[in-house]
């Protein structure tokens, strides 16, 4: 049974920054894709970023240069540092992730997904 934990978020003002963590059981981030997606109130869940065991990632426009996802295949783990935030940044993250080596955009589909973190940014 595939289980994903996130932590990490928080309130911070606009500017800052936050890592969020997801650790995994059943499941083996080195060996998969990883995904970390967003849910704002009233609005649809969005691909944030995704990574492949090969080492690809996708970042969506309105975050590229700003967050970085990592994994630790050490502690099977999984990490998206975010700075330089934004109020529009505000929303509920996901940690996700799919059975795949490969095809690891958010459109290829995640099966298994987190509680989620809240993250609040302040103008």
């Known amino acids: 049974q595939v289980q994903l934990v996130e932590s990490g978020g928080g309130s911070v003002q606009a500017g800052g920054s936050l890592r969020l963590s997801c650790v995994a059981s059943?499941?083996?981030?080195?060996?998969?894709?990883i995904g970390w997606f967003r849910q704002a109130p009233g609005k649809e869940r969005e691909g944030v970023a995704t990574l492949s065991p090969s080492g690809e990632t996708y970042y969506a426009d309105s975050v590229k240069g700003r967050f970085t996802i990592s994994p630790d295949n050490t502690k099977n783990m999984g990490y998206l540092q975010m700075s330089s935030l934004k109020p529009e940044d505000t929303a509920v993250y996901y940690c996700?992730?799919?059975?795949?080596?490969?095809?690891?955009?958010?459109?290829?589909?995640?099966?298994?997904w987190g509680q989620g973190t809240q993250v609040t940014v302040s103008s």
């Open positions: 059943g499941y083996t981030f080195r060996d998969n894709c």
């Open positions: 996700a992730a799919r059975m795949s080596r490969k095809f690891c955009r958010p459109e290829a589909g995640y099966m298994y």
